[in-house]
Every structure is written in C-alpha cells, then in structure tokens.
C-alpha cells in the first residue's frame, strides 16, 4: 500500500476545459488544473480578448475559446478544437452559469429556458460530444456545478434551484452509463462563494446577506480556491473510485443549521 499524493493529485499529461471561466469558480478551477499540470482551455461567450487575457494571467499554456454552450452547433467544434489542439479530452468542467433572482409570479418562460439552457441543455451538449474521446481512452472526469440551491429552499430561485436539481438528477444518470468506460461524472455544490455572480445577487440586499451567514455554520463566505480544491480533487486520480456524488462546498450550509 502506497499513498504517492503527488503523483494521485497530478494532472500531468491531462487536457481539460473549463466553461465559464473568464472569472470567479471557473478561473480558480482553470488556474489550479493549469498548476497541477494539466493543459487547460477556458471558455468564454462574448469577449475574445477577456477570455484571452484570461487565460494568459492562468498561465502553463492556458488557452482561451469563445463558445456560447447554448449554441447546440457549437458542442462538437468546440471537442474537436481541443482534441485537435490538445490530442485528446480527460476532463470536462460545466462551470458556466447564469443567475435568475426574481420572485415566481416574475419568472418568465424566457427566463426558465435561459437558465436550463446553460446549466442543464448546454452542459449536456458538451458532454455528449466529449464521451466518444473519452470512452476511446477508457477514461475520463466530468464535473458538473450544483448548488446548495439545489438541496435547500432559498428564496428568488425557483428557475435557478430547479436547474441546480437537474444537474444532480444528469450526474447520476450519467454516472451509470459511463462507468463501465472509466469515466466519471460528479458534481460540486457550492455554497455562498464570493464570486462576482454571488455579489451580483446580494450586494443590494444586506437583509439577505445577514441571512446567508446566518445559514453558513462556519460564519464566512467560501472562496472559489474552496471549490477548485474540491474540483482537483474529483479531476485527478485522488478520486479514481468515485462518481455518481455531489460534494459540497458551503461551510455546513447543507447539514441544514
């Protein structure tokens, strides 16, 4: 029995993608893969320069693409970019995001559509392009990101909670399907994170925010190294008998305090 940690949490030799990762959880994750050793492409929608700025501050050869994952055209070009590039795909982070904060009798049909497009729709268009690669290579990490809206009722997020649910409810479907190729798929569920998508949703409502860390046991707010760590963790070969879970990353919000 041996326990060579540098070796288990080293992603030398791996290529990963990261959506969303301009900024926030994404980048944290992108730059911890890029400094564990993995080759790593970030994604970004709209700005090429930022999303290219990006990836030079990550370093060890990150390279940023623009790709909307709403765009269903998109899923396999953007696959066969990185294997292209890269020569192959171990892992998949489905980090991009979109918030909806607004009270139920608000919420649009728009406004559903959006946030399942990206969390739900779009993720799986990417991950369905990937799993032919990975099931050649007989392995393969895809991480998906829940959240604590998914397990708790937090208020103003029924479009955003309902598509936090269904990736947990993707993760064990597809968990079951790829295991037999070595492939893995889990989830991360952060908690109260200081990203800018977090401050977007409370910097204007300080009643909330007592309340958030009135929920958070530990008192704080997460960071997004917190969930990077636990996203290495579930990207490297530490984590090799483990799928199908959500690990979450919330300073005890889920343990319902």
Known sequence: MEFDYKKKFSLSGKVAVVTGAVTGLGYAMAKCFAEAGAKVFITGVSDLTRVQKAAEEIGHGCEGLLYDIT??????????????????????????????????????????????????VGAFGLIRAAVPYMKKQRSGSIIMISSMSAYLALTKVAAYGSAKGAVLGMVKCLSGDLAPFGIRVNAIAPGFIDTPMFHKAVDDDLPRQKKILGHTPMGIYGKPEDVAWAGLYLASDASGFVTGVSIPVDGGCSIGF
């Open 71 to 120: 765009d269903e055209s998109l899923h396999s070009e953007m696959v066969k970019k990185i294997t292209g590039k890269g020569g192959r795909i171990d892992i998949v982070v489905c980090n991009a995001g979109v918030h909806c904060k607004k009270e139920v009798e608000d919420i649009t049909k728009a406004d559903f559509e959006r946030v399942l497009g990206v969390h739900v």
